[in-house]
C-alpha cells in the first residue's frame, strides 16, 4: 500500500506542475487547491474508489465556491506514472486549453 501511496503523491505533485507549466494559475477557494484556465476551475483528485485520478471542473468562480464540479476523466494508476502524466498532459491540451 506505500508505494500505491507513494505514486499517488508524485503524480499529484507533478499533475500539479504540469497544469502550472501548462498556463494554469494555482487559487485557493476555501481550504481547496484549484486551477485556474480562462475562468474555469480545474482540480484533480484521487479517488480510491476508481483506482484513478478524476479530472473536475466548475464553468465559473461562483460554481467553483459552491465546489459543484462536474466530473470529467479518470486516469488510472494501474497505467504507472509516467504513461498517466502522458494521458493527463494529453487531456488537458485536447480539451481544456
Known amino acids: 500500500m506505500a508505494l500505491k501511496s507513494d505514486l499517488i503523491s508524485r503524480v499529484d505533485i ?37 483506482g484513478g485520478f478524476v479530472i473536475e471542473c466548475a464553468t465559473s468562480l461562483d460554481e467553483a465556491r459552491k465546489n459543484l ?9 494501474s497505467a504507472g506514472e509516467e504513461e498517466l502524466l502522458k494521458q493527463l498532459q494529453h487531456l488537458i491540451v485536447e480539451y481544456y486549453l
Open 14 to 50: 507533478k499533475a500539479k506542475a504540469l497544469l502550472v507549466g501548462l498556463g494554469f494559475k494555482r487559487v485557493i477557494i476555501g481550504v481547496e487547491e484549484v486551477y485556474e484556465y480562462k475562468g474555469k476551475y480545474h482540480k484533480l483528485n484521487f479517488v480510491a474508489g476508481l
Open 69 to 77: 464540479y462536474e466530473d470529467s476523466d479518470i486516469l488510472q494508476v
